[in-house]
């Protein structure tokens, strides 16, 4: 967004949800553990990382689930380094995502998009070195919003309470 409107998009359905399903599938499929989504979203939110720890496990945090080979209740540690592997497709799929939107975004947003850098929104942004891999994978200054949590419902709010005035964010301008 720059001058109150959206110069380029892109919409992907990869977020804290997909995440979610990522952790759970890498679990059973790697430690033969049936956890909920409940459980996975936990797991994302105490030791969730967008890439490996530099000693190669991080913190560490005990899950229940379900033994698939014995059907029985079983416990496990997991480790911020699993979770990164976790998370790699969903990570990659919106670093990609973000480095389309800059090919295609006009030379005169580009060059105060090096000036101002990326502001991360949303759970997303909560998730630990987030903002430093993408930082990496585009070379440009990223900063995670001050409520990332909150931004976008607030930012929804005013267009709603001054609809008039963003029509155009609401509706494609073609």
């Known amino acids: 967004m720059s001058l109150g409107g959206i110069v380029q998009s892109t919409s992907i359905r990869v977020g804290g949800d997909k995440m979610d399903e990522a952790i759970v599938s890498y679990v059973r499929k790697n430690h033969n553990l049936l956890i909920g989504e409940t459980t996975a979203e936990k797991i994302k939110k105490t030791i969730g990382v967008a890439y490996p720890p530099e000693d ?11 033994d698939l080979l014995k059907g029985v209740p079983k416990e496990m ?3 911020e380094y699993h979770i990164a592997e976790a998370l790699v497709e969903p990570v990659q799929q919106i670093i990609e995502a973000a480095k389309e939107v800059l090919e295609l975004t006009p030379p005169e947003v580009s060059a105060d998009i090096v000036d101002q ?5 949303g759970g997303g942004a909560l998730l630990k070195n987030f903002d430093h891999i ?3 994978s585009t070379d440009l200054p990223v900063f995670v919003a001050e409520n990332p949590l909150s931004c976008v419902v607030v930012g929804t709010g005013r267009v709603l309470e001054d609809h008039d005035k963003y029509r155009h964010v609401l509706f494609r301008q073609d």
């Open 117 to 121: 850098g990326i502001v991360l929104t």
């Open 56 to 66: 190669g496990k991080g913190k560490i945090m005990e899950i229940r689930g379900r």
């Open 77 to 79: 540690t997991l480790n």
């Open 134 to 136: 993408i930082k990496k």
